[in-house]
C-alpha cells in the first residue's frame, strides 16, 4: 500500500480518541458542577437548620400564652404558640430530610467523580500513546 493510507490509518483513530477523550472530559466537568451546586445546597439547608433550630429554641422559652408573630410578605400576622411550634417542628423534619437526600445524592457524585478520573486517566493514557505511534509526540 502507499505510504500516505498507511499514515491516515493512525490518524482516524487518534482523532476517534481526541473525540472520545474530550466527550469524557465534558461528563466529567458536569459532575464537577454537579458537585459545586451539591455543596451549595448543602450549606444553604445548614443555614436554614440552624435558623429553624434557634426559633424552635425561642418558642420553647416562651410561656403558653405567650403572643406569637408571624411575617407573611410585609404583615405581622398573630399565630398561635402551639402552631408556630408545629411548624417549626415539620420544617426541622422536612430540612432533615433534604440534608440526608442531598448528602446520598453528593456521595453518589463523588464515587461517579471518582470512576471518570480513573477512565479519564486511560483515556489520555491511550491518547497519548497513539499520538507517539502516529509519530506525532515522541
Do not use: C
Not at 493510507?5 to 473525540?19: G, V, Y
Not at 398573630?78 to 446520598?104: C, F
Not at 471518570?116 to 509519530?135: I, N, P, T, W
Request: charged share 40%; net charge positive; hydrophobic share 35%.
Amino acid at each position: 500500500p502507499p505510504p500516505n493510507k498507511m499514515a491516515k490509518a493512525p490518524m482516524i483513530s487518534l482523532k476517534e480518541k481526541e473525540k472520545v477523550l474530550q466527550e469524557e472530559i465534558e461528563k466529567f466537568r458536569s459532575i464537577q458542577k454537579d458537585i459545586q451546586k451539591s455543596v451549595q445546597t448543602r450549606k444553604q439547608l445548614d443555614a436554614q437548620l440552624n435558623e429553624n433550630k434557634t426559633v424552635k429554641e425561642e418558642l420553647d422559652i416562651l410561656e403558653d400564652d405567650a403572643i406569637v408573630y408571624k411575617l407573611i410578605g410585609p404583615v405581622l400576622v398573630k399565630q398561635e404558640l402551639s402552631e408556630a411550634k408545629q411548624t417549626v417542628h415539620k420544617r426541622l423534619e422536612y430540612i432533615s430530610k433534604e440534608l440526608e437526600r442531598n448528602d446520598a445524592t453528593y456521595k453518589e457524585l463523588e464515587k461517579k467523580q471518582e470512576t471518570f478520573a480513573e477512565r479519564l486517566s486511560k483515556l489520555q493514557q491511550d491518547y497519548q500513546q497513539a499520538m507517539v505511534k502516529a509519530g506525532i509526540v515522541r
